[in-house]
Antibody
Framework: QVQLEQSEHEVKKPGASVKVSCKASGYTFASHGISWVRQAPGQGLEWVGWITAYNGHTKYADKFQGRVTMTTDTSTTTAYMQLRTLRSDDTAVYYC???????????????????WGQGTLVTVSS | DIQMTQSPSSLSASVGDRVTITCQASQDVGKYVHWYQQKVGKAPKLLIYDGSILETGAPSRFSGSGSGTDFTFTINSLQPEDVATYYCQQCDDVPVTFGQGTRLEI
């Protein structure tokens, strides 16, 4: 069965960086993408970006551009999201999700997010 | 960015009721709208994709319709376990965007 297992909760100080992992199992890792979605306390869902596992192509939401890096390790079927220069408003639960890839011209777009990790709470506090 | 305007933001209904949630996109998104259920303290769960396709394993009381800019999500015969927040999502273009969510109470 498809599973996405995320790393444990993190507490960071403002200005620090955090790297969250997402270990995938139960499917062909390279055939799908991985999205990262965050949810601040009591708020809705916010898409951070995604990565195509087969070639590492990324697309980030504009507000995170320059502060976020998404990578994958196909040998361990693990995806990573690093967020730098953390601020208090980055406090949120960060989810990874498996994404169906939709062919668009010479590339892919993310489509439905059909399996989700359990979430990783990142707390940014001085 | 494509804005997804979801309504209502909250609603209360009774067991057995039919519940409808709508989502309006700021531009044509074709059929690429998906619906998720999120229970308190849990990750979102995909229920409907590509506007109207029921995800494998999702109960048949959930349904979706629409294309272009206007989409509807329906729960027929509401059950106690349907208490959750529901989100629409567009995947026609990046960035992927979500509606604000609808909190459903019984």
């Amino acid at each position: 069965q498809v599973q996405l297992e995320q790393s444990e909760h993190e507490v960071k100080k403002p200005g620090a960086s955090v790297k969250v992992s997402c270990k995938a199992s139960g499917y062909t890792f390279a055939s799908h993408g991985i999205s990262w979605v965050r949810q601040a306390p009591g708020q809705g869902l916010e898409w951070v970006g995604w990565i195509t596992a087969y070639n590492g192509h990324t697309k980030y939401a504009d507000k995170f551009q320059g502060r976020v890096t998404m990578t994958t390790d196909t040998s361990t079927t693990t995806a990573y999201m690093q967020l730098r220069t953390l601020r208090s408003d980055d406090t949120a639960v960060y989810y990874c999700a498996r994404v169906e890839m939709l062919r668009y011209l010479e590339s892919f777009l993310p489509s439905r997010h059909d399996y989700w990790g359990q979430g990783t709470l990142v707390t940014v506090s001085s | 960015d494509i804005q997804m305007t979801q309504s209502p933001s909250s609603l209360s209904a009774s067991v057995g009721d039919r519940v409808t949630i709508t989502c309006q996109a700021s531009q044509d998104v074709g059929k690429y709208v998906h619906w998720y259920q999120q229970k308190v303290g849990k990750a979102p769960k995909l229920l409907i994709y590509d506007g109207s396709i029921l995800e494998t394993g999702a109960p048949s009381r959930f349904s979706g319709s629409g294309s272009g800019t206007d989409f509807t999500f329906t729960i027929n015969s509401l059950q106690p376990e349907d208490v959750a927040t529901y989100y629409c999502q567009q995947c026609d273009d990046v960035p992927v965007t979500f509606g604000q969510g609808t909190r459903l109470e019984i």
